[in-house]
């Protein structure tokens, strides 16, 4: 089944925890920041994700800083009515500093031939942000404390209720969860996600498991934990969502069922927007087809040429994180900022590996243009581009067989 990979765009964690003790008990656990871009488009994926994760039968999701940028009040609109609960111990009220949310929550599973439900302990946590501050309930504020205190809180809590384990949803560095849980000790796992961190190998700290799976919803990492005694073991696989993992149908026809809106215009990026007429440093690549034609019908051929419709097409062409790899000079002076403002720098142009071409105009016999593998490894890297090999994808794009003599 690939659910996540058709509904993720962003920041969904998920770890499936296991329990070998006469049987198996089995609940699915979101780390947080799973909210998109605040674009009617992002909100639709948003609730989506969300109903996909009601469908999966998620136990609890941490909430994350991206989730509450809007406030309170946007929050709640946002989620709606979940059956699952919503956790997070360090985003609390400006005034009080009493916890917006439930801190923690206690699920509850059962395990086959097991006498007992098995009682797991989930805490929340995000980064500390001392600039942050939102729109709170009944008009107050909300702000993000240090997690240290409030997590060793809520582990105490825990410890007394006489929970099997004790897992803390980390929204926060990996470094960070680990000088927390050397501080605060009683958590048996952090379950975490921030950036494109994850775990590829066995990773604790103390008595307590690390385990990262990375973001955009492309890993899925399935933990299962052995308890024999006061013993804690445990085995982690990540699995990359690609089509090795064939689709669920109920969930395929959900995922296309998701209503897609027409991409609105990307933020403007620098000062002032600066096109080829302008004096800008990139071109665009119609300026090099009149010294450089057959390279260009290469590129023309290519699916670099159309890596932005490729985008659009898949309702992620207002996504900056997503439009940077998939135009030309996105980001920086003079690059792409939208279709309608710099419509010669959609997609993957000449410039875009060979850099901004003015100076080369201006000074034909300079060195120029040359290629190299961190120029490719932006944008293919392991996270967008698993199957990336430098060798047989260059070998896609060389214009050199075919250069003007």
Request: proline letters at 6%; glycine letters at 12%.
């Amino acid at each position: 089944m690939n659910p996540a990979g058709g509904l993720a765009r962003r920041a969904w964690v998920v770890h499936e925890i296991e329990r070998k003790f006469g049987g198996v008990a089995q609940f699915l656990l979101d780390s947080g920041n799973f909210a998109d871009n605040p674009t009617p488009q992002g909100m639709l994926q948003t609730k989506a994700l969300l109903d996909g994760m009601e469908r999966l039968g998620y136990a609890a999701v941490n909430v994350g800083e991206r989730d509450v940028q809007r406030g309170h009040a946007a929050f709640l609109d946002l989620v709606g009515t979940r059956t699952f609960p919503f956790v997070s111990a360090n985003i609390v009220h400006g005034d009080t500093k009493a916890p917006v949310f439930s801190p923690s929550v206690v699920v509850e599973a059962d395990a086959a031939g097991d006498a007992r439900r098995m009682r797991i302990g989930v805490i929340g946590a995000v980064r500390f942000n001392p600039t942050f501050r939102r729109p709170g309930p009944d008009g107050g504020e909300m702000v993000i404390v240090a997690p240290r205190e409030v997590v060793a809180r809520e582990v105490e809590k825990l410890r007394a209720a006489k929970v099997d384990l004790v897992v803390l949803l980390a929204a926060l560095p990996r470094e960070d969860a680990r000088r927390l849980v050397q501080d605060v000790p009683g958590v048996d796992f952090v379950v975490g996600s921030y950036g494109g961190d994850y775990t590829t190998t066995k990773e604790r700290q103390g008595n307590t498991w690390i385990l990262y799976s990375g973001n955009q919803g492309k890993r899925v990492g399935e933990t299962r934990v052995y308890l024999r005694g006061a013993a804690i073991e445990q085995d982690t696989k990540l699995h990359m969502l690609t089509s090795t993992y064939p689709s669920d149908e109920s969930m395929l026809e959900f995922v296309n069922s998701i209503p897609r809106v027409a991409p609105e215009p990307l933020p403007t990026v620098g000062r002032v927007h600066r096109t080829p007429a302008a004096g800008g440093p990139y071109l665009g690549s119609q300026t090099c087809e009149g010294c450089h034609g057959s390279e260009a019908a290469d590129w023309a051929a290519s699916a670099h040429a159309t890596a932005l419709e490729t985008l659009e097409a898949k309702g992620s062409g207002a996504d900056p994180a997503c439009v940077r790899c998939h135009v030309t000079g996105h980001g920086r002076s003079g690059g792409f900022e939208t279709r309608a403002a710099s419509p010669t720098l959609g997609g993957v142009g000449c410039e875009a590996c060979h850099g901004p071409g003015r100076a080369h105009v201006e000074r034909t016999s300079a060195p120029y243009g040359e290629v190299s593998v961190g120029a490719c490894t932006a944008c293919h890297d392991r996270t967008n581009s698993p199957k990336f090999d430098v060798y047989s994808y260059m070998a896609r794009v060389n214009h050199r067989s075919t250069a003007a003599k």
